[in-house]
């Protein structure tokens, strides 16, 4: 960047072309001090706007690095297409028309745009219309501020890891740039955080086909905020939605289960939830959901919770044998492995064997169903959750103070929106059809097809 912005000077200051075939030395320039200390004065230097005819002047190296920056050609269209608006409404300059023009050029005022995830100033052509004696507003300088790229970076910027008191360090030095003060990056960063809530909060569910749900929660700080994450036929994943609650308690999350169901959520066609050992999430979607959910615990979860109650030095060779018994293919094979170690837990270690025993038919949800060969890599734990959730955390872990539950859920929604984009699909995503008719046939629900 600082080379294109020396060459701008260079073209600027230079009386004679440059001989041919011969390289011209770039002067070396530093950046002026900020100017002044209010908001609106404090800019990284002088602006370089760039002619058309100059552009032209420019080598094929020199017009390549600009391309590559592209502040300093948006910055010309952007002067460009002011002038073209100003010379449709008012006439050329100095230009005396028959009859005279309804509107006329009415000098200039100091503006910006955004440029390249930073506002750039320049200077704004008025245009003032004679009959109502009113200022005229220019069309493209709306358009050229609606642009909606400056928010965008920025957000990506900050979500990314960059602090909003270091942003103007971090951000690319284009002289003119202004609005990088903490305070603006800050107040910028809260409002494209609050639209990204809002669209994340608002948007309609009905067009999305899901065949599995995960839930769990994810910490803030004293709160926890349980989300949750769809899975559909294609198998992409897709966060539905969070709620921000103490504790995975069954009233609040029954209540977040019905209003994804208002927002357009279908489970006609039979659904399958994959949650932790939380009592109060299996009965919030038993609640929420009735007959229309077949419930898969999360075989990690148990396990680890079995082995709470063991001596540390059986811990391991106890886990090899549950994970052996929960990967047999069968529901019967799974069923008769895991009932060979409770039956030796009861002897051994009773408490152990009633963590084992409680919920242990939820465990094998996919064996009963059928397609745990196929489907169990990623839907027998919550692991998919879970990644989603650390991914958040890579987004997250620069904040050290949550001041606030908006603060909370604009920046999990930006993160979701973000992560969104780039989140895989699940493994043996192809055989997710035999899930859903195993489903329904686990439901009792009846499909009725359409005669053509």
Known sequence: ???????????????????????????????????????KKRVLGEVAVLRPEEYKGLEVDSKVEMIRALIPLGLMHANELLQQEVTRLAGEPYERVRGGKECVRYGSNRGS????????????????NQRTNQEVALRSL???REQGGLDELLLRRVLYGISCRNYEAAAECVPGAIGLSSSTVSRQFIEATATKLREFQERDLSEIDLVAIWIDGKTFSEDTLVLALGLTMDGRKVPLGFVQTGTENEKVISSFLRELLDRGLNIDQGILVVVDGSKGLRAAVKKAFKDRAVVQRCQWHKRENVLQYLPKEEQ????????????????????????DILEELRERNLSAARSLEEGLEET???????????????LK?????ESLLSQVEARCWKVSCWKNSSQKHRWLAACLLDIEPRLWRIHGYQHLHLLRAALQEELGIKVVKSVA
């Open 381 to 385: 734990t919550t692991n998919c959750l």
């Open 1 to 39: 960047m600082n080379l294109v912005v020396e060459v701008f000077h260079e073209i600027r200051n230079q009386k004679s072309p440059p001989v041919a075939g011969r390289k011209e030395p770039l002067m070396m320039k530093k950046l002026s001090k900020q100017l002044g200390k209010g908001k």
């Open 142 to 144: 709306r358009a050229l």
């Open 113 to 128: 745009v955004p440029v390249g995830g930073q506002r750039i100033a320049i200077r704004v052509p008025r245009v003032r």
């Open 316 to 339: 391991d060779s106890m886990r090899r044998r549950l994970q052996r018994a929960y990967e047999r293919p069968t529901y019967s094979e799974a069923r008769a492995a895991l009932e």
């Open 364 to 378: 094998l949800a996919l064996h009963r169903l059928g397609v745990f060969p196929l489907l169990g890599r990623s």
